[in-house]
């Protein structure tokens, strides 16, 4: 299934491409959190209309493609060590944000701990739909992603395209779901999960269609740059 690389490595004695990714991996975990704070426009799509997406999707894809280009070329086990090993960071800054939000107290002359608080602030129930959906959606990038192939190193791109949409459904489903079943509007009435869900989806979708394929392919390019052997 994956293509055989040199075991150029770093000091570590871990190949390049993976002490690289893993590094990057992890900044990324944390940063996809933070992102999310921001909601951001796509713009108006023929069809489907106008787009908006929390931000964080662009760091969470990008944890899609390095999970991906690590199964590629280190095979499925490997992919999913890495997936584990990221909720150490991100359970970790969710710890300290929880910290200096409401533990820490603010400079007598610093005025901004409400916004710094509604901005990066999660209550536990955000916070354990974020660990389920991110654990559950990046495993099954990575198992659909590693079956495509088929015991086979083909259709990189096209096996990187399905394996994300299907991840990010689930994460999208996941996430929603737990974060918001239950709460009320402020007329009380509950809050509609199904266009909740439907406009995440749409905007998701579309994003891992443009960014994914392109992605993917660069990344295992430069994966076995690095481990080339000089």
């Given at each position: 299934?994956?293509?055989?690389?040199?075991?150029?490595?770093?000091?570590?004695?871990?190949?390049?491409?993976?002490?690289?990714?893993?590094?990057?991996?992890?900044?990324?975990?944390v940063l996809a959190g933070v992102l999310g704070t921001k909601i951001a426009s796509l713009g108006h799509w023929p069809v489907v209309?106008?787009?908006?997406?929390?931000?964080?999707?662009?760091?969470?894809?990008?944890?899609?493609?390095?999970?991906?280009?690590?199964?590629?070329?280190?095979?499925?086990?490997?992919?999913?060590?890495?997936?584990?090993?990221?909720?150490?960071?991100?359970?970790?800054?969710?710890?300290?944000?929880?910290?200096?939000?409401?533990?820490?107290?603010?400079?007598?002359?610093?005025?901004?701990?409400?916004?710094?608080?509604?901005l990066l602030g999660q209550g536990a129930r955000m916070q354990f739909a974020g660990l389920i959906s991110y654990g559950t959606s990046?495993?099954?990038?990575?198992?659909?992603?590693?079956?495509?192939?088929?015991?086979?190193?083909?259709?990189?791109?096209?096996?990187?395209?399905?394996?994300?949409?299907?991840?990010?459904?689930?994460?999208?489903?996941?996430?929603?779901?737990?974060?918001?079943?239950?709460?009320?509007?402020?007329?009380?009435?509950?809050?509609?999960?199904?266009?909740?869900?439907?406009?995440?989806?749409?905007?998701?979708?579309?994003?891992?269609?443009?960014?994914?394929?392109?992605?993917?392919?660069?990344?295992?390019?430069?994966?076995?740059?690095?481990?080339?052997?000089?």
């Open positions: 299934m994956k293509d055989t690389v040199s075991t150029s490595a770093a000091p570590t004695g871990v190949p390049r491409s993976l002490f690289a990714f893993a590094l990057l991996y992890g900044g990324l975990v209309g106008d787009l908006a997406v929390e931000s964080g999707i662009f760091a969470f894809l990008l944890l899609v493609v390095l999970a991906s280009a690590v199964a590629e070329l280190f095979g499925q086990d490997v992919a999913n060590r890495l997936v584990r090993f990221g909720f150490v960071p991100l359970i970790l800054s969710m710890c300290l944000l929880t910290f200096v939000i409401r533990v820490v107290p603010p400079a007598p002359f610093w005025s901004d701990q409400d916004a710094f608080a509604r990046q495993t099954l990038n990575v198992y659909v992603f590693s079956k495509l192939a088929g015991g086979q190193g083909n259709l990189l791109m096209v096996r990187a395209w399905i394996a994300s949409m299907l991840s990010q459904i689930v994460d999208t489903l996941i996430f929603i779901t737990i974060s918001f079943w239950g709460v009320a509007d402020a007329s009380g009435q509950p809050l509609p999960l199904g266009a909740m869900m439907e406009g995440q989806i749409i905007a998701k979708l579309t994003l891992s269609t443009i960014m994914v394929p392109p992605l993917i392919w660069a990344f295992v390019r430069l994966g076995r740059r690095l481990d080339r052997t000089n």
